[in-house]
């Protein structure tokens, strides 16, 4: 039996995930990439292929490690042959985990028309069309992003902290900075949900989704591996060209 390794390199951390086929068999958090780390997961499991995504960070130390080792690796970018279409007008400045992400929802939801949440440090809204077409999305700042500039670009508004209950109207300051944050977010994806046809789905990733998820007013599908499902069918679907 083989594996395939996905490494998903964001800003603070690499999200590391090990995949039976489309079955994932582990995943873990590493602050820092070490090609020595990686390495250690051949002796458990006999990794065949792996794939790298970053937002920002060249892979070239990690790639070429994991290639000495024997196995194929692959680097997302936008000319990475893909199994749905891009429709972005620049697609050399679209992020990769924008792409994965498109390529996992697509993947769990074909023939339908997907809105993909990605709720973290910024939020992006992404939409997939019903016959495989990535037509682009938004961005927006993440529910902490939001509260950090209101404290760094105001003389008296607190840093607050998201672990309190959320009211819909704020009855102190820090109450009104949070359920503003939230139900800010809230609103605005509600907004793009409404833009939808009603059979189109909705799945959310991110950090950050269990603290908006529980307020929304549909129902939506909740994957936290979603970019490293996307990378796994990338990965799967260029094995088989």
Not at 41 to 69: E, K, W
Not at 137 to 151: F, K, Q, T, Y
Not at 186 to 198: D, F, I, M, T
Not at 200 to 228: K, M, N, W, Y
Request: glycine letters at 8%.
């Amino acid at each position: 039996m083989s594996y395939n390794l996905t490494i998903d390199q964001g800003n603070s951390a690499a999200k590391l995930a090990v995949w039976d086929g489309e079955t994932l068999v582990t995943h873990c958090l590493h602050d820092r990439l070490d090609p020595s780390r990686l390495l250690k997961l051949t002796s458990r499991y006999p990794l065949r292929g792996a794939i790298y995504c970053s937002v920002a960070a060249s892979g070239a130390t990690v790639i070429n490690a994991l290639r000495h080792a024997g196995m194929r690796v692959y680097e997302l970018t936008h000319l990475t042959p893909l199994p749905i279409q891009l429709g972005y007008r620049t697609p050399k400045t679209l992020g990769h985990d924008r792409i994965a992400a498109a390529v996992g929802a697509w993947n769990r939801h074909r023939g339908e028309e997907v809105l993909v949440v990605d709720i973290g440090t910024a939020i992006t809204y992404d939409l997939v069309t019903a016959d495989g077409v990535y037509l682009g999305g938004n961005i927006a700042p993440g529910p902490r992003m939001r509260l950090e500039a209101l404290n760094h670009y105001t003389a008296r508004l607190p840093l607050v902290e998201l672990d309190q209950p959320v009211e819909l109207w704020g009855r102190d300051t820090c109450n009104a900075l949070r359920s503003g944050a939230i139900n800010g977010v809230v609103g605005e994806l509600e907004y793009y949900r409404s833009q939808l046809s009603p059979q189109a789905v909705t799945v959310i990733t991110g950090g950050d989704r269990d603290l908006i998820t529980p307020h929304l007013t549909f129902q939506a599908d909740i994957e936290p591996q979603l970019v490293s499902e996307g990378l796994n069918c990338i990965l799967r679907y260029n094995e088989i060209l």
